[in-house]
């Protein structure tokens, strides 16, 4: 592969550079540096900018543990090795690990979907009976954990039954009472109409029996035939 202009520039830096420091010259690296700054950030950002190819081997399907393994998602604009953002920064490297990783998580969610139906058809004899073996567990709890939450739902209907039949019963007691209560009010009413009642009638034939004695009385002092003339 032929390198850039910048990239041959800055190797050439590196070897000059060398020489410098095995000759101590410290004049000639200050001077080397003061002209090579541009060529170098250029074929500093040449560098980054080439495109990586960056080998990677897929791992089988039929290995469990490279289901294990968790791949981080690398940021484009933010690459691992890159210390400095620059407006020349290309990242096909990080966006093949990124596609890649996505096709391994594919390939272990496929892996996942799959293993769960392959056992029981197309799996061993032992592997179907150990198949065979959890499905019975899991009934098995399915069903106690059915019985559980049917005796808790009945304890719970028995508890708002007794709850209802006392609250009933409270009410009931407590009509009962309003009525006894009712009753008797009811009954002393009754019977302090008919004591006033009959103290009325008494009072009344009193004063008619007086009205009558005095009546008579006023006759026979002041009859009305005085004379004898009405015979």
Known sequence: ????KGTALFFHFLILLCKLF?????HGIIYLFIYFYPFIATAVISVVSTPVSVPYVTPPVHQSGCMLVIIPRLNPLHP??????????????????NHQRTLIMQRREHYRYHQVWRKPLYGTSSEREEYRKEMREQLKRQIEEKCVALR???ASQVREAEHLREVDRLALSSEREQRIQHSRAMTLYRDENKKLMEQSWRDRALTRSQEALKERELLRLNPINWSGTLK
Do not use: F, G, Y
């Open 1 to 4: 592969m032929k390198l850039r």
């Open 22 to 26: 095995s000759s101590h010259n410290v």
């Open 80 to 97: 691992p090795p890159v210390c400095k953002r620059t407006v020349r920064l290309e990242t096909p490297a990080v966006h093949h690990h």
């Open 152 to 154: 808790l739902q009945l």
